[in-house]
């Protein structure tokens, strides 16, 4: 018994566990950083509908030009923001899915390190590359929700060369 406890006890002060759970850990702080860039994204959708809100409420009242138009450019606009908004949601539990997923291989990989064999390494591979199909799918998502955002800047330009075109014609 006093072998085992010592072997136990050698195995939980090696090095090898720490320098084991090094590549999860930067996957994990990978996800980190794009976990709070995705919210930034979100963040940003919400002020922008706040602002198309207010244009919505200008309308109604009458205190805006062109408010046939502007509902039309509105009406699109907000679509655009409702579908990004549903793929960032997308991407941010994937980015979370594979936070977790790393952080399990990196306690697998302690926990066999310490007291597994090499019948058992393949669960933190496992668990790590789950994690890494994870962040592939997320960055896939974010990528295609790059694309949204690109089409509401160019709707947003349209709209304002729209508006520049309509006042020149006014004062003509």
């Given amino acids: 018994m006093a072998g085992q406890e010592k072997e136990l006890l050698e195995a939980l002060t090696s090095s090898r566990i720490l320098t084991s759970m090094i590549t999860p850990a930067v996957l994990i702080s990978a996800c980190g950083t794009?976990?709070?860039s995705t919210s930034a994204?979100?963040?940003?959708?919400?002020?922008?509908?706040n602002v198309m809100k207010g244009e919505?409420?200008?309308i109604i009242t009458g205190k805006i030009s062109f408010p046939e138009e502007r509902m039309k450019h509105l009406k699109g606009q907000i679509d655009l923001q409702r579908r990004r908004a549903r793929l960032i949601q997308k991407a941010m539990a994937?980015?979370?899915?594979?936070?977790?997923?790393f952080v399990a291989a990196s306690l697998a990989i302690a926990v066999n390190v310490a007291y597994g064999s090499?019948?058992?390494a393949w669960i933190p591979t496992l668990l790590a590359l789950s994690g890494g199909l994870f962040l592939f799918v997320a960055s896939v998502v974010l990528l295609y929700e790059s694309r949204f955002n690109l089409r509401f800047v160019h709707r947003s330009i349209d709209f304002i060369?729209?508006?520049e075109q309509k006042a020149e014609e006014q004062n003509k």
């Fill in 161 to 163: 060369e729209f508006l």
């Fill in 34 to 36: 794009l976990i709070f």
């Fill in 56 to 58: 919505v409420e200008a």
């Fill in 41 to 49: 994204r979100l963040g940003r959708i919400f002020d922008r509908v």
């Fill in 94 to 101: 994937a980015l979370y899915t594979a936070t977790l997923l």
């Fill in 118 to 120: 090499d019948n058992q």
